[in-house]
């Protein structure tokens, strides 16, 4: 039997779905995360320099380089071990060690990013979190002196999580060393690939989270630009039932609007498209840490709710407005332009009324010019008859006026007959 040709795409297609494995880790441990975006969107983001990037924090560390169009990447860093992912957006670099840096959330963590390699990236950070992996106390009066060491009251959240695998915390706030703090206390029969999960689910909600909060932050630009046009279509609306306004003229300025609407449109369709599916993956890594209540406090979800959510709200809000105004300045377009042409064809209907009485009248004054062209007509072959008649009138002693009041109205009558004959031809 021959064998089946694969299609090109096969293996890679499959192996992109186990392309990023969860990490193993065990308590006590260390990971550092940093999460980079070009300033470009995703269409014009030049992806070779993120791989130059990680190429010079791989040579600081004489650690191999991996392919020219790798997307992601895992090997050691000296007593250290690295994750890198290569987003739509932006790249990840998780990095993991088996001790605890001291003091607790510490700048230490980060010193394993050097100072001129951070200098060059690419792109901005847009957002970096210190997680420390810590054993489970026996006594849970030693979580609680950590939370309380560690994050802020007002804006903690703790839960338990993955059937009790783990107790998670943060503030989500950025602290003096410019990082997210997340605390995870592991119990001991939890293994390492279980909160290797808890550690990447974790990551990706703060990554998420913050590539999300892109969406509102363009928001904040674009609202005072949709009050602006807000306010000139309502006031072109409003003319539009006046009679002094000329309908050309408001057509056109609504026309510059829709313009300016869609350009908007085109401009913010990635950011609102992009912001809505990081809202559902923050969800949905909330929703798969199956977290329970943690002494009273709130936990995840509930957090997001309160602090995320409005956002995300406000994202879509001001999407749908602008979709809305859109229509709107369509719809008052395309009215307006009904106007112009209902204006325009009782335009026609004048004209074409004015073109009948003027053709009608054209029509008289020819039946009058064709009265004149018969005598003009007859006067002249009357003459020429007479020039013809003359000796004739001599031979029987007739006058010439007598002889011209004899033709005159044979020939009259014989011109009649030939222009009324010709006429009728040419109808």
Known sequence: MAPIIDYPQRHGLTGELHARPFPSLKAPSTVVFLAIKQPEDAASRDKSRDLAHLNALLDHYGAPRPDADATHYYGELGKYRLKWEQHTELVTYTVFRDELCEPAFGGAAFDVFPDYWLADA??????????????????????????????????????????????????????????????????????????????QRLCEIETYKAASMLGFSMVRWLSPQLNLLDMKLTEL??????????????????????????????????????TGAYRRIVGQRIEVLREERFQSRQGFAEFMMRRYDPAMRTVQSCERRLQAMAERASRAAELLRTRVDVERSAQNQYILASMDKRADLQLRLQKTVEGLSV?????????????????????????????????????????????????????
């Open 375 to 427: 005598v003009a007509i007859s006067y002249y072959a009357v003459s020429l008859a007479g020039y013809l008649l003359y000796p004739v009138a001599d031979a029987f002693g007739v006058s010439k006026g007598i002889l011209l009041a004899l033709v005159t109205l044979p020939v009259i009558a014989a011109v009649w007959l030939m222009l009324r004959r010709l006429k009728k031809h040419l109808g």
């Open 237 to 274: 609306m409003a003319q539009m039932r006046g009679e002094r306004a000329k309908a050309e003229d408001t057509l056109h300025a609504l026309l510059d609007i829709s313009v300016e609407l869609e350009t908007l449109a085109v401009r913010t369709a990635f950011r609102f498209g992009a």
């Open 122 to 199: 690419p792109g901005g950070r847009i957002t970096s979190a210190v997680l420390r992996l810590i054993p489970m106390p026996k006594n849970k009066a030693e979580i609680n002196a950590g939370l309380e060491d560690w994050f802020v009251p007002e804006s903690l959240a703790v839960a338990t999580v993955l059937d009790g695998a783990a107790i998670v915390a943060s503030d989500f706030r950025i602290d003096p060393a410019g990082h997210l703090r997340l605390a995870i206390f592991a119990e001991a029969k939890a293994g390492e690939r279980r909160i290797g999960r808890i550690v």
